[in-house]
């Protein structure tokens, strides 16, 4: 039968609580708490999908016993209904350019006042980008443009920058509509899309592009004011004509500097004044834009009067005189003119004058011929030139002068910088930023998925006609030569593209002061918001405290850094080299937006699925190309800067800067990376001369879940130098659903370690029900594809002898047996922490490799490897084998040098002889006591008073050994013509007496842990050493004995010879292998050995370890290096 559910939602602060939420009225007491208010402070969570998501009504998702299944799932997975309200009523806060109006309640809590959005496609997006598109290039430069690289070249530029920004827009409106756009606008798009080291180091250089932009505009505000409207403001003069330039400059700095502050000012005390200013900028712009087509309609009707004044061929600045004449005729007398005065030395007629003056004609034509005159043929093409070059009229004769050195003291009308197309893409490019306007004002949108494209192409389209329309009307209009007067000094010092104006040139100077002053405002409004944005992502840690602000949000901080900033630009005080350096940045901005649409677009993430649906991926790489050929082409160096400093900030961040999982398009592209790379690793097996140790480090943890032996990490560290493969893994005993938060924090800690060694790989922490499995699954396992690890480290057990169990070495040698079977190399580290540490300096010293197997070259690469870290970087490296009494060791070193040689390994070689000799008695001591223990540790299972009676027997079997050793060594010492045990055997005897009291106390200890209601048993001590007067006592007492034969001794000591013999010779093997490398190698900072493998039969792992032990014996650092079964180093290239 089935049931119908009825999902009500409970409204909050109802009267009754269902019976699920009172399960969980524990929490809603905590959640009820007061919250704290945003401050401006608090950088907003992106833990939920969805922007409004509050935590408050979490308790009354259910009502009833209907969803009583799904209790448990109540923190993970809301219900459908509760989801649908939060979309219903989802609100997005303004930004950008809206202030917060705040206030205090009487509890003194601050509230926010939000206004819902309300702007659709012409007002929120439309207007903006157009009033940030056209504006001081437009007015001040693109006439002067037109004129130095003709019509042609100037179209080219204009379709190559719209071109940029199209396609650029089309990357960012697929980008926009692929979700919601919270605060941050184009810096947010960008770092979601790419991550945050491209986030930031785009954001950063956007930033400062758009900080400069507000240096242009206040420049441009400030030549506007002193070159057109109140030219005789100036504080700096010029005295002599050849200084008017840097007067000029002068004036600009410190005018500049006034405006900023001005600007500065207005902006900090409230942003809602400049936006009550923004309709007022908006209409200067189109009024502004009216006026010169309405200027180029009337110049067919009736061209202005702007007479221009040539001299020969050559341009006049025509404010100094009113008449374009030498002399004039009044009442029959012949006058010199103010243009005489000029050239001349007097105003008489017999003066001398400059020689140009004297063999050319004045002649005065129309500066604005009009859109009917033909003027456009000899503007079609460009005419570029030095700084000083004069401004001429082309296909004007002229008789030229030999002497021009005073022609820069002469009014003409000079270039003030060399001109060449590249510079003109530079200039020109700023004037078609600002497509980004829309974007940043997403939040006051009532649709933002739909009007930022809309608007932003509509607007860029736009735009682009007016700008490819000016282009031709300029050049078909007006005059080549008053083209090339960027400051219309052959105008009489009036605007150029004033001129083509109507009603009044003074249309466009006052649209075009107001234009600069409003884009100035809004780029020192939208600046200091950018940089808020990016400091409370914590992704630049030195930028963090320009995140904070005033109580409502407005970034002052921010503010002052972005004023200090734009500062650089004003005292830079060129319009013309300003420029460029904004098209960089703003180029930068470009590229990677285009990049990250590409990106998104061949990943085909899941998540990536825009409204706009009118792009494509070939679009967004010309975009990108388009974008990094425009930087080269306006000038190469700046684009080197401004990717050096975009770089600098990436590996920054990358370094040192916050980790952010945005689920960008990089991260998607490492994945998409990677996965290929791993199926092309699995297809064949690396070859020798790819071969590099991929590391599986076995970490022991400590009862803090810390890492217990932190070195293991530095010397991975120094072996691999950040290159390969690293896997640091440890293991938890127990099961994963009790200990799986452990396993994390242990994770956690790990990482930490790893951080603070600077050891780069992944890290793994497994839980599994013993030691034993969960290293054998680690060993098995660890890896993915062709990345897995083919080398082993981990530290040897330093005290498996005082360990209460056997699991230790047991451990132990199963994984030395595992790796073996997994054709896996295995380095096995003594005393690992007293390896140097990554801060250590070694100013001296070796790293012996003692080569006795060959098991594929392990042994004489790794020193090369560490000798790369500036640890080990001053350490030599010396390679010692050892020759039988059958091999020639002196052709044995020559082939050995030779081996190195064609190796290309720098190393000192020497030939160790290990002639065949008889086994010592501290040999059969050694392998007896080992035994001894083996025997004692297998009887530890037995009751306790066979325990009791077995340790017994031991001791009494160990104690009545010894006294027979004494006596026999004495004998052998005496006797001539028989064995000669070494000096050292007796100081060895002396730890055959440590063993025997280890032994006694192992026994007692062990016995005594294993039962808690027993007492201690008496600590019998044996106590046996060796001193002068024992020696000379018991040489007394024997001296009539008969000497003893080798046979003898050995028939005086039955036990001996029920020895398991393997035991005896590896036990001897080890002892003269350790007397060798001791004698050789003590002294070294790193000893590398050869691992012998455990035995086969399991039932002599524990003599293994003893073997191993003594062959270590006196070694302060040392490297166990076993084999993988493969060649991994090769002489061949």
Sequence with gaps: MPINFTVVPVEDGGAGKSTLEGVFSEEDEE???PRRPYSGDVTPRESSPFINNT????????????????????????????????????????????EHEEYENEEGVTKIRVKSPQMGTFIGVYLPCMQNILGVILFLRLTWIVGTAGILESFAIVVMCCTCTMLTAISMSAIATNGVVPAGGSYYMISRSLGPEFGGAVGLCFY???????????????????TYIVPNAAVFVAEKKEGEAEAMLNNMRVYGTCCLALMALVVFVGVKYVNKLALVFLACVVLSIMAIYAGVIKTVIEPPDFPICLLGNRSLQNHNFEKCVKTEVIKNVTYT?????????SSHLNATCDEYFTLNNVTEIQGIPGLLSGVIKDNMWGDYGPSGMLVEKKRQSSVPAQDNSRDIYMPYVFNDISTFFTLLVGIYFPSVTGIMAGSNRSGDLRDAQRSIP??????????????MTCVVLFGACIEGVVLRDKFGDSVKKNLVIGTLAWPSPWVIVIGSFFSCCGAGLQSLTGAPRLLQAIARDGIVPFLQVFGHGKANGEPTWALLMTAGICEIGILIASLDAVAPILSMFFLMCYLFVNLACAVQTLLRTPNWRPRFKFYHWTLSFLGMSLCVSLMFISSWYYALVAMSIAGCIYKYIEYRGAEKEWGDGIRGLSLNAARYALIRLEEVQPHTKNWRPQLLVLLKLDSDLGVKHPRLLSFTTQLKAGKGLTIVSSVLEGTYMTLGA???????NVKSAMHAERTKGFCHVVVSSNLRDGFSHLIQSAGLGGMKHNTVLMA??????????????KNFIETVRETTSAHQALLVAKNIDKFPSNQDRLEEGTIDVWWIVHDGGLLMLLPFLLRQHKVWRKCKMRIFTVAQMDDNSIQMKKDLQMFLYHLRLNAVVEVVEMHDSDIAAFTYEKTLVMEQRSQMLKQMQLSRNEREREIQSIRDESRNSIKRKKSSVVETLQAPNTLQVPSLSISRDMRVDEEAQLITKLGTNSHASLNDNATATPDHRVHMTWTKDKLIAERNRNRGEPNVGVKDLFNMKPEWESLNQSNVRRMHTAVKLNEVVVNKSQGAQLVLLNMPGPPKNKGGDENYMEFLEVLMDGLDRVLLVRGGGREVITIYS
């Design 31 to 33: 959640d009820i708490s």
């Design 55 to 98: 935590d408050h009504d979490r308790g009354n998702y259910y009502d009833g016993k209907n969803m009583a299944l799904f209790e448990e799932e109540i923190e993970s997975n809301p219900m459908v209904s509760s989801l649908l309200n939060k979309l219903a009523n989802y609100t997005n806060l303004t930004q950008g350019v809206t």
């Design 208 to 226: 400062l592009g758009t900080t400069f932009a507000g240096s242009m505009y206040i420049l441009g505000t400030i030549e506007i004011l002193l």
């Design 337 to 345: 003119t103010k243009l005489w005065e000029l050239f001349c030395d």
């Design 454 to 467: 809309f608007g932003t192409i509509l607007a860029i389209a736009t735009t682009s006609f007016i700008y």
């Design 742 to 748: 452990e396993a994390k924090s242990a994770e956690q």
């Design 796 to 809: 040897w057990p330093g005290g498996w002898k005082q360990a209460e169990d056997s699991y230790p070495w």
